[in-house]
């Protein structure tokens, strides 16, 4: 059979991204391009994402993206198979953004267009980059998102847990702003919090709670009473800070590491895999405490690079050659939806 050759676009939330899949049956996937177009500097002042500012620079964006994700890959439009875009959950104004651009490039190069869910990009990118079978596990962990998800096929997915209320990549962002490091938070924390040990006690939300379900708000509030124990005359001490991110970044592993554990135990098949996506699974302290897990349940633990966990292009057309593959020829009555659960 032939080759799939299949562009996706995101633009979701800050980073507006294209990029150029192939994929022959039995082979495994090509990432041909992968563009992505960061806004950080532009939300920087304001300490997080100002929707209409993403909106704008998405919107100035896309085109730019696009054409260097098709020279990169040495594609033209009129040899791709379909457009894939994501159709959301996401910042509505970005998302419309993505979807009206992309079905403007399908109807003029009269391709077939497929809408796809973010979570799905992330929760199939295992397949991507390491081939992993189905059923498998994985854990959606970024800056809005915290779930467990049973992957049974490329659109059946089944939610085993997840936040009640913050993503811990949401806390990594509140943490550094609380002691006054910069954004993204993630990597600012991690990095402060090498020099550090990890001996301030900080609650384990939710561990007495059967299930998977997680909590990580009410870490961030215990964060602030921590740091306020460790003033002294109104300044944090030196050393003071890098062990205050240690002894979060160890609680927010040891709650995903636990909660991991239930999900292999509870998830009711053998998983070909416990995988990890989303921004937060670049963390160090955390993958070590995933993969830990995984070892001791005898699973396969993939953590695929750094640039295809966080949100790219790549996962959405990858998710397109999935849906193609399943049967699909255009989604023609695609909608941009800021709110779409798997
Ligand atoms: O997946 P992502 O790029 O965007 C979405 O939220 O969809 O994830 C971004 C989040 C941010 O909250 C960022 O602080 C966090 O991932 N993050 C990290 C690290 N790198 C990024 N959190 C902890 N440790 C890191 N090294
Ligand atoms: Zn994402």
Redesign the pocket.
Known sequence: TAPLTILGIESS?D?TAAALVRHAPGRQPEILSNVVAGQAALHAAYGGVVPEIAARAHVEKLDLCTEEALAVAGVTLAEVDAVAVTAGPGLIGGVLAGTMFARGLAAAADKPLLGINHLAGHALTPRLTDGVDFPYLVLLV????CQFLAVHGPERFERLGGTIDD????A??KVARLLGLGQ????A??AAARSGTPRIALPRPLLDRAGCDMSFSGLKTAMIRARDAELKDGALPMGAQADLCASFQAAIADVLAEKSDRALAACGFRPAAFAVA???A??GT?RGALAEVARRHGTAFVAPPLAL???NAAMIAWAGIERYRAGHRGDTDLVARPRWPL
């Not at 970024?142 to 998102?145: A, E, K, R, T, V």
């Not at 993503?167 to 949401?170: C, D, Q, T």
């Open positions: 939330c980073d970024s800056g809005g998102h993503a811990p990549g949401e990594f962002d993204p938070g993630g990597p924390v991690e989303g921004g937060v670049a963390n955390v966990c966080t949100d």
